[in-house]
Nanobody
Framework: VHLVESGGGLVQPGGSLRLSCAASGFTFSNYALSWYRQAPGKERELVAVINTFGDMTYSADSVKGRFTASRDNSKQTIYLQMNSLKPEDTAVYYC?????WGQGTQVTVSS
């Protein structure tokens, strides 16, 4: 199993980013996947879960209405569209599935 995140970077408050997580090594369409994040000095927290049908079945209260998870089974990729970003969204964002973690991608929200 291999999960590779991309799309992180530096963005100003109020801006947007789209993260991607490319998966390989398992039957992608059979599994729900998740996005987590970990800010400096804080525990890793669950951000969003997307089921096999492409429905976001969970999103953290702190991101509701701003973040949307989606997936493209043909590309074996999940996405996290992040809008109206806030400084408190600064964290390393991780993809998780089948008990495996990606390496993470840094998102920094700062003016």
């Amino acid at each position: 199993v291999h999960l590779v995140e991309s799309g992180g970077g530096l963005v100003q408050p109020g801006g947007s980013l789209r993260l991607s997580c490319a998966a390989s090594g398992f039957t992608f369409s059979n599994y729900a996947l998740s996005w987590y994040r970990q800010a400096p000095g804080k525990e890793r927290e669950l951000v969003a879960v997307i089921n096999t049908f492409g429905d976001m079945t969970y999103s953290a209260d702190s991101v509701k209405g701003r973040f949307t998870a989606s997936r493209d089974n043909s590309k074996q990729t999940i996405y996290l569209q992040m809008n109206s970003l806030k400084p408190e969204d600064t964290a390393v964002y991780y993809c998780y599935g089948r008990d495996f973690w990606g390496q993470g991608t840094q998102v920094t929200v700062s003016s």
